[in-house]
């Protein structure tokens, strides 16, 4: 520990003793103003994926400007003092790289994976357009009929994404979870530069960034040029604490029927606010993950699968999902599309009653230790994509965990009991918390 | 018991550092199946990907959807074990396997821990060879595929590239839906699965790569006991055909707000001598990266879209050289107005020396970034077999793209591009865009 201390000093980083830790293959240091880096190593090829990620999403928009966190991440492809708009991208493809950028409710993420030898220029150029990005009216209008077309091609020729969306919204009376990440039609028709600008100046900066450097690369190198481009940027000043509003008690479960010409297929989804991971405290969210995996996390041989689809015979499909990486609460859910013959009342009925079984009887043991094998053996496949492990780390800080419990994450998930899932199944299933929808084609097709 | 096992082994090195550490061993059984090894120990973990040649197009007319339902099957229970348990079994050995028919091929991948690769390659066996396609299972997976069907039949994009192979390819298996229709799958008995089988998987039209924790002198034995069960000779391959839709525009009307556009004329052979330039120029044109030129006209300077694509597609059995861009119905006319253009510019005038340049250090920096994982590098072995490229051909892709001159690209742009030519397909409620038939 102390070696590798009086290495940094070598070097003359001012990097105090708590700002560096490095462990298996993963070494994370924090830069002077405030940026976070997590670098991990995978030496099988010289590649690298370079990221930075900011913490800032949709949900941190201001109401009535929805979307500008995902339009902002269109425009950061524009110009900056010295590059000139689509440069960027121009030099990464000359380089050979391949990039992309990701806009969530709760962080923002830009990529470009490289030959191990770009890293610098890469660097260069993602440090540059953090806090020296030039727009021009010419270049922002265009972009907007892109983002619009793009919720067309997303949102609004797809039933099943409209659903979505309806049903986000009927989740989260107060909280900004309820709008979609890429904005209401109307408010993204009416965003302008100045918006773009504002709310660039307030989060694009290093003291709300993390770099996260995955590939063939050494920690100490990752650092020396993450000083030179990243450390010398100053921080933002007007940072807002990332306090949202929460939500008050659900007293009524809520329904909502959609209907669509174009549906092909009805289904059913019920969603549950449900606890997310925080710092220090996984166990329910830990409990939660499992949960999902033995109601419907793997078809026939999950409690849904087998009950619904097997025995029943009144389902096609049924599954169970959570995410848990978020800054505040989501949602737990789970989904069932009825076999032919079967309404979605009939299938509703089906799957509140296994639910209610599985909450009886409790996991089956055999099938709770299959589970923890396949998330052991997850980790080791996981080894096999440093670009998944790389993702990891970015949700995961960008959402308040810390190295640490992303590191705890595959023990805590081994801790979980068959009666923490049962307690945190009793938790989060209130249906007061729930919105149950419904997407079904047009009354007239119904009958056929 | 050892066995003798013959191993050839071809060791590849490069100029393409990245790509140093991709060494493909031949390996041929002692049973006489043919793998391509890369050996990686890092990880214990094995990959295996096999791919047999033929896939959906195998289907007669009123099997159609056979193929594509037996591969979903395969995952269903083998032998004496139901769906259920050999899922169970899957799970116990946290073994990842998929089972996919495409249009010219059903490929087949595992993914195990070496911990247990014995077993888990075993259970993978059992599915490949063995499947037990019970009445059970068959009913509720035949459900599912119609359940999809169903689904895509109000999906603008399905439709258009339904419609598209319906125009370009007629009567020849091409021109029919791979997965089927839902008359033709609802009328499908076990029956037509297990000669559906027969017919696509067996050992003369296989491909196999290993990549892993496995050395080429486990790795025989292993290929004799997973795949040797299977049967030696398989359903005739269909006749090679030609897309032959005439210049035009088809519309088909759907009530949603943005219109699906997709475009198609005939393509370039992946075995012909301009293939590499023809893949330059596309790449130039409309390929994958934010700075085509389709790219630039249609949606940097025009906003009229959020992705516009052009893609060489050499089928096996018909090479197609097609398109796909999305706009609201009332722009959708201008986006092909502009792509129409911009197909005619390139093919009068070539490409400039500054795109041919820019292009190449894409394509050749990219190349190597392809390689970053197992399966990943497994399935582009297989890929390479299965369209008979050499096994030197990593080292020397490279060099084949910047063998491609200016020259070459303008007299392939000449004859390949073919304005004239473009059939689109457009799915919506297209303002102002006439139908030509």
């Known amino acids: 520990m102390f070696k590798q201390f009086a290495f940094l000093v070598l070097f003359t980083f001012s990097v105090p003793a708590a700002g560096f830790a490095r462990q298996d293959f993963v070494t994370s240091f924090r830069l002077d103003n405030g940026m976070e880096v997590v670098v991990l190593e995978d030496h099988r090829a010289p590649i690298v994926t370079h990221m930075v990620w900011y913490k800032v999403g949709a949900a941190d928009e201001v109401a009535g400007k929805s979307g500008i966190a995902h339009f902002l991440e269109h425009l950061m492809f524009k110009g900056t003092d010295k590059m000139a708009a689509g440069e960027f991208s121009k030099i990464v493809a000359a380089n050979g790289g391949s990039e992309n950028a990701f806009t969530s409710l709760d962080y923002t993420g830009y990529f470009q994976r490289v030959a191990a030898d770009r890293l610098e220029l890469m660097m260069e150029m993602e440090a540059d357009r953090m806090r020296n990005l030039r727009l021009t009216e010419e270049e922002v209008l265009p972009e907007r009929d892109v983002v619009l077309e793009e919720r067309n091609s997303r949102t609004e020729n797809d039933p099943g994404a409209l659903f979505s969306e309806q049903r986000s919204a009927l989740q989260y009376f107060n909280h900004p979870y309820g709008v979609p990440i890429i904005g209401w039609k109307h408010e993204v028709s009416a965003l302008t530069l100045e918006d773009a600008v504002a709310f660039y100046k307030t989060y694009y900066a290093p003291n709300n960034a993390i770099l996260v450097v995955a590939g063939d690369v050494e920690p100490w190198d990752v650092l020396a040029l993450a000083e030179q481009y990243y450390g010398v940027l100053a921080p933002s000043d007007n940072l807002p604490p990332r306090i949202r509003p929460q939500e008050p008690p659900h007293l009524a479960p809520v329904r909502a029927e959609f209907r669509d010409a174009r549906v092909g297929t009805p289904y059913l989804i019920r969603t549950y606010l449900a606890p997310n991971r925080k710092s220090g405290d996984q166990k329910q969210a830990a409990a939660l993950t499992i949960l999902a995996e033995l109601l419907g996390g793997s078809g026939i041989t999950s409690v849904l699968g087998k009950e619904l689809q097997l025995e029943q015979k009144v389902a096609l499909n049924a599954a169970s999902f959570y995410g848990g990486v978020s800054v505040d609460p989501q949602t737990f859910g789970v989904y069932v599309v009825p076999a032919p013959g079967t309404t979605l009342a009939q299938a509703e009925a089906a799957m509140d009653a296994s639910i209610a079984k599985f909450l009886d009887d409790g996991p089956d043991a055999e099938h709770l230790a299959r589970i923890k094998t396949q998330i052991r053996a997850s980790e080791i496949f996981a080894r096999d994509d440093v670009d998944g492990y790389a993702r990891r780390y970015g949700a995961g800080l960008t959402a308040g965990l810390t190295i640490q419990d992303i590191q705890d994450w595959p023990d805590v998930l081994q801790s979980v009991t068959a009666e923490d899932v049962v307690a945190a199944a009793k938790d989060v299933f209130v249906l007061n918390n729930s919105v149950t929808g419904w997407l079904m084609p047009l009354k007239e097709e119904a009958s056929k | 018991?050892?066995?003798?096992?013959?191993?050839?082994?071809?060791?590849?090195?490069?100029?393409?550092?990245?790509?140093?550490?991709?060494?493909?061993?031949?390996?041929?059984?002692?049973?006489?199946?043919?793998?391509?090894?890369?050996?990686?120990?890092?990880?214990?973990?094995?990959?295996?990907?096999?791919?047999?040649?033929?896939?959906?197009?195998?289907?007669?007319?009123?099997?159609?959807?056979?193929?594509?339902?037996?591969?979903?099957?395969?995952?269903?229970?083998?032998?004496?074990?139901?769906?259920?348990?050999?899922?169970?079994?899957?799970?116990?050995?946290?073994?990842?396997?998929?089972?996919?028919?495409?249009?010219?091929?059903?490929?087949?991948?595992?993914?195990?821990?070496?911990?247990?690769?014995?077993?888990?390659?075993?259970?993978?066996?059992?599915?490949?060879?063995?499947?037990?396609?019970?009445?059970?299972?068959?009913?509720?997976?035949?459900?599912?595929?119609?359940?999809?069907?169903?689904?895509?039949?109000?999906?603008?994009?399905?439709?258009?590239?339904?419609?598209?192979?319906?125009?370009?390819?007629?009567?020849?298996?091409?021109?029919?839906?791979?997965?089927?229709?839902?008359?033709?799958?609802?009328?499908?008995?076990?029956?037509?699965?297990?000669?559906?089988?027969?017919?696509?998987?067996?050992?003369?039209?296989?491909?196999?790569?290993?990549?892993?924790?496995?050395?080429?002198?486990?790795?025989?034995?292993?290929?004799?006991?997973?795949?040797?069960?299977?049967?030696?000779?398989?359903?005739?391959?269909?006749?090679?055909?030609?897309?032959?839709?005439?210049?035009?525009?088809?519309?088909?009307?759907?009530?949603?707000?943005?219109?699906?556009?997709?475009?198609?004329?005939?393509?370039?052979?992946?075995?012909?001598?301009?293939?590499?330039?023809?893949?330059?120029?596309?790449?130039?044109?409309?390929?994958?990266?934010?700075?085509?030129?389709?790219?630039?006209?249609?949606?940097?300077?025009?906003?009229?879209?959020?992705?516009?694509?052009?893609?060489?597609?050499?089928?096996?059995?018909?090479?197609?050289?097609?398109?796909?861009?999305?706009?609201?119905?009332?722009?959708?006319?201008?986006?092909?107005?502009?792509?129409?253009?911009?197909?005619?510019?390139?093919?009068?005038?070539?490409?400039?020396?500054?795109?041919?340049?820019?292009?190449?250090?894409?394509?050749?920096?990219?190349?190597?970034?392809?390689?970053?994982?197992?399966?990943?590098?497994?399935?582009?072995?297989?890929?390479?077999?299965?369209?008979?490229?050499?096994?030197?051909?990593i080292a020397t892709r490279n060099q084949q793209v910047e063998a491609v001159t200016l020259e070459d690209v303008k007299r392939v742009a000449g004859y390949l591009l073919q304005p004239e030519n473009l059939r689109f397909v457009v799915v919506g409620k297209p303002a102002g865009v006439e139908a030509t038939d």
């Open chain 2, 1 to 393: 018991m050892i066995r003798f096992l013959a191993v050839f082994v071809f060791v590849l090195w490069n100029a393409f550092p990245a790509l140093a550490g991709i060494t493909i061993q031949q390996v041929t059984s002692e049973g006489g199946i043919k793998a391509w090894l890369v050996q990686e120990p890092s990880i214990p973990i094995i990959a295996m990907e096999v791919s047999f040649r033929g896939g959906t197009s195998l289907d007669a007319p009123a099997k159609l959807g056979a193929t594509n339902l037996m591969a979903g099957l395969l995952e269903e229970g083998t032998g004496d074990m139901d769906a259920a348990a050999f899922l169970r079994r899957t799970e116990e050995l946290a073994a990842r396997f998929t089972f996919d028919a495409g249009r010219d091929s059903v490929t087949v991948t595992a993914q195990v821990l070496r911990e247990n690769s014995g077993r888990a390659l075993n259970l993978f066996k059992q599915a490949i060879t063995k499947p037990a396609f019970n009445d059970v299972a068959f009913a509720r997976v035949q459900s599912q595929v119609i359940s999809i069907l169903q689904s895509n039949s109000t999906d603008p994009n399905e439709i258009a590239y339904s419609k598209m192979d319906e125009i370009g390819f007629g009567n020849h298996p091409y021109g029919r839906p791979g997965e089927g229709t839902i008359e033709t799958v609802s009328a499908l008995k076990p029956a037509d699965i297990r000669l559906a089988h027969a017919a696509a998987m067996a050992k003369d039209r296989m491909f196999v790569s290993v990549v892993g924790d496995i050395s080429a002198q486990e790795l025989g034995p292993m290929l004799d006991e997973v795949l040797g069960d299977l049967p030696e000779t398989g359903s005739p391959l269909p006749e090679k055909t030609t897309f032959s839709a005439t210049g035009g525009t088809t519309v088909v009307d759907f009530d949603t707000p943005q219109s699906v556009a997709i475009w198609a004329q005939p393509g370039i052979e992946r075995d012909d001598p301009d293939f590499f330039a023809a893949y330059v120029m596309n790449h130039i044109l409309g390929g994958g990266s934010f700075s085509s030129r389709l790219t630039e006209e249609v949606r940097e300077k025009r906003g009229l879209t959020y992705g516009v694509y052009s893609y060489l597609a050499p089928y096996d059995l018909a090479p197609i050289f097609g398109g796909t861009v999305a706009s609201a119905n009332d722009r959708i006319g201008q986006a092909i107005d502009v792509i129409r253009a911009e197909w005619k510019k390139m093919a009068e005038q070539g490409v400039t020396a500054a795109e041919l340049e820019a292009a190449k250090k894409f394509l050749t920096g990219d190349y190597p970034l392809r390689f970053d994982g197992n399966s990943r590098i497994a399935s582009i072995l297989t890929g390479m077999q299965i369209t008979d490229l050499p096994v030197d051909y």
